[in-house]
């Protein structure tokens, strides 16, 4: 199992698992430089500089920081050796265990030549700063947009250099694909801010240097990306201050006639408890405060610790104040997943279901005629077709399957399901009032009317009697 990012495994177990990372998330260059340096680390001159780092953290990224500032100096022309076999610098990477072993020598000579400069980036936290992220936010974007239709004041708290907050220029130019198009236009910015611990300047050669040397160089699309929007980043003026996130969230306010987006992504997992604890209640305040002339938006793309896939997928989430779509406020959605670097988003398919009593407290279900759980009971519902609000295609698939009509919605909860075809199901369900004899339609081989009793008799689809429980539509 991969050690969480507080263990402290020892230096050398630490490149050991970034090497099979690297392995994972297709870097087979630095893949076999950080085994390699897992092999050296008690020989000289790897030996004394990684001495300080005996105890470190898997989160301080070790191989990270040494990696990148190999990869800095074949940038800066002053590692020729290394730079002739990696992508980034022009190179090509190494074929053979002839080429490998050129390369690990090129390395290690580089790291004895430069040991000050080597010394030094160790000693510093890494900074990167991910334009592939802005795909899924600028897609959830384009959702807030049509939902709001107001012009965004955009806020993104860790912002490193401060690259997503132009992610309108960067959707325009195509450096990001513009997913989800038919959510709308590109957002409208009226105003753009962040913070960071340690803001990376973008205009500055440091700045930009920093920056893509933490791209491993077999990345090279990701490479070329970063360059390009440094580029674009240059001609969009960001206001970023160097702040702690709770400090700068506190400090945001509400203005009319705009919508106020608080984002981040990558950054979440640094924050000490009380800080994330602090934001969340911050935003959760300011969003009592929010109206639909001065709505509040918090976008995340974050691994989430509690999913199974958090080390390896990260998800897209976004929570509005009020809510759009037909949505309550303050519901974290989770929209999809993406590897680290942010593209492409696996979008999850947006469905709805009704939990739908009669005036004798009987739940309307429905026998499934279609995959997944086909042949199992469950509660009506389907895809929301776009443009149509989340309640609606809950009503709309209760009488598409079942021929009651359902009124008075009331939003019960969110779950996940997977689909069994690579997708997952993000299922809105909605409790609702219903009129009249079930006939079964469409999806539904069957449908009526069931007491809670003959309900866990019935063989139900998985999760649904836990999720009624938990919601106290069941007893
Ligand atoms: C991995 S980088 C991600 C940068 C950017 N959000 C991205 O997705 O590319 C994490 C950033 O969070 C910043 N950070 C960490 N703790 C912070 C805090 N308490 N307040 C503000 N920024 C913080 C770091 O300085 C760093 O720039």
Redesign the pocket.
Known sequence: MKPSRDSRPGIRDIFVDIAASCERLGAPTYADLASCVAQWSEEEPLASLLAPYADARVGDMIPLRLLAAVHRLALMREAPGVAVFLSTTGGTPPRDDAGRERLRRAFLSAVAEHREVVADALAR??????VG?TVGLGALLRRVQRGFGLPVRLH?????AG??LRVDALMEAGVVPGDHPEWGGVPRIAERSG????P?DASSTQGRLVLTSFVWPDHLDRFERLRAALEIAAGVQVAIVA????E?VRGLVLQPGTTLVVW????WL??PQE?RDGIRSTLEELGGQATRDSPLVHIALEPVAERPEAQHRFTLTMTTWPGIDGLPPGIEVPWGTTPPAGAPVTWSVPCAGGIVRDGSGRLLLVRRGQAPSRGLWSLPGGRVEDEESWDAAAAREVREETGVRATDAEFAGIVERDSGAGTTYLIADFAFTGEGEPRAADDADEARWCDPVEILRLATSPGLVEALREWGYLT
């Open positions: 936290v890494p900074q990167t700063n991910e992220r993104e708290i860790g912002c490193s690259l997503s913070c960071d611990l340690a990376v702040a702690d996130a709770l700068y981040h992504s990558a950054m640094y924050l800080t």
